[in-house]
């Protein structure tokens, strides 16, 4: 097959279009899935960007999977290719691969068995193996690291299910790859973060930036307009809040954060990283379950600010019954001023309206109260 052309963009657009077409492949065997035909002729636009040098039918135990920026693979995105897979018999698409130089094998210590790298199609690659079809029709790219890299992520960020964990890192990545391939060595996320940082501060201060860091804020720039990703403070103050739930919430939930971010508005999640470790596993298993505003996220945390915060019996269910971690360490013992409090609101809630005649409970609670004010009086000295 001849060698074809085509821009970076119109590759990743066609993948989109391939993936989601059945008419663009061939009926195929588990043993031996048939190469997909490119029925809209995309990979024929002439453009330099790179080479497309074949395309065959490929054995996936010798593709290497590089990391991504996608680290989490949706279990049902995954079933639903392999339910195409076996309803049509046919492989969705095509992936897109590029060879192993040996030089490149030895660097990452591969096994020689590899010899295409993934540039783009992971999930239905799982989704292939784990059905056993041990081929799939591929695209061999001629592409450098950074074009396969840049492939990676913008045929990631242009997905729905990407979610804003995976995005911002992969961002970061990014930007630390295009720094690092500019000043040579090694530039890190975490470096990246600091020229984040750097940045807000002068901008704090009405300062000009510094001109140490001016040219890796040009490239930081370029990466977040390439990407229609917005401004750069804007950018920064999203990655800070999401990294630091991201490390919150791992320390109190069992269920992976990957997954937590995928399934759950992170701006919900962003809300709870900030609550004492007592109350985070409820909030977030309330958000779990019954997916709440901002507005009554805040309003839970403005009542366990106040002391009055009240879990609800689902969610005090759920903190029994969901995957979410326990602590290894046991909570700290409630001040006794706080559960009477509680527990007083708490009857008040559910079964004032009930106990309006009562004489006796009136008088109970008149009695819990004095001991009430009598508190108030000892703090207040």
């Given at each position: ?136 029709p591929a695209d061999i790219l001629d ?8 492939i990676h992520l913008e045929e990631n ?80 103050g999203k990655a800070r809040k999401i ?139």
């Amino acid at each position: 097959m001849g060698r074809r052309k085509s821009s970076l963009g119109n590759l990743i657009q066609n993948a989109r279009e391939l993936e989601t077409t059945n008419e663009v492949a061939e009926e195929l065997t588990p043993d031996a899935p048939a190469i997909a035909e490119d029925a809209s002729g995309s990979l024929g636009e002439e453009n330099d960007a790179f080479q497309s040098q074949d395309s065959s039918l490929i054995d996936l135990d010798a593709v290497y999977f590089p990391e991504q920026s996608r680290k989490y693979f949706d279990p049902d995105q995954i079933a639903k290719h392999k339910k195409s897979m076996l309803e049509t018999n046919r492989f969705p698409g095509r992936i897109a691969v590029r060879l192993l130089s040996e030089e490149k094998k030895s660097e990452l210590n591969l096994d020689d068995k590899y010899l295409y790298e993934l540039v783009y199609g992971e999930t239905r690659c799982k989704a292939a193996q784990e059905l056993d079809w041990g081929k799939a029709p591929a695209d061999i790219l001629d592409v450098t690291d950074k074009q396969a890299r840049r492939i990676h992520l913008e045929e990631n960020l242009n997905r729905q299910d990407l979610s804003a964990l995976e995005e911002v890192e992969g961002l970061l990545g990014e930007m630390a790859a295009q720094i690092e391939d500019w000043q040579g060595g090694t530039f890190s996320v975490k470096d990246t973060l600091t020229i984040l940082d750097r940045v807000k501060y002068f901008n704090s201060k009405g300062e000009e930036i510094g001109s140490d860091i001016a040219p890796k804020v040009e490239i930081i720039e370029k990466v977040l307009s390439d990407f229609g990703k917005g401004s750069l403070l804007g950018f920064r103050g999203k990655a800070r809040k999401i990294l630091k739930a991201k490390d919150s919430l791992a320390e109190i939930s069992s269920v992976p954060v990957l997954k937590l971010f995928s399934e759950s508005d992170w701006n919900k999640l962003v809300e709870i990283s900030s609550v004492d470790d007592a109350y985070k596993g409820a909030l977030l298993a309330w958000i779990l379950k019954d997916n709440p505003t901002i507005g009554q996220i805040r309003e839970r945390k403005k009542a366990i600010k106040s002391g009055t915060y009240i879990a609800s019996d689902d969610v005090q269910s759920l903190q029994q019954e969901s995957t979410l971690a326990e602590s290894s360490e046991e909570v700290e013992e409630e001040p006794l001023q706080i559960s009477i409090v509680r527990r007083v609101k708490r009857f008040q809630n559910k079964r004032l309206q009930e106990t309006l005649g009562n004489k006796k409970v009136q008088s109970r609670l008149k009695k819990i109260q004095k001991l009430l004010d009598e508190i108030d009086s000892m703090v207040d000295s």
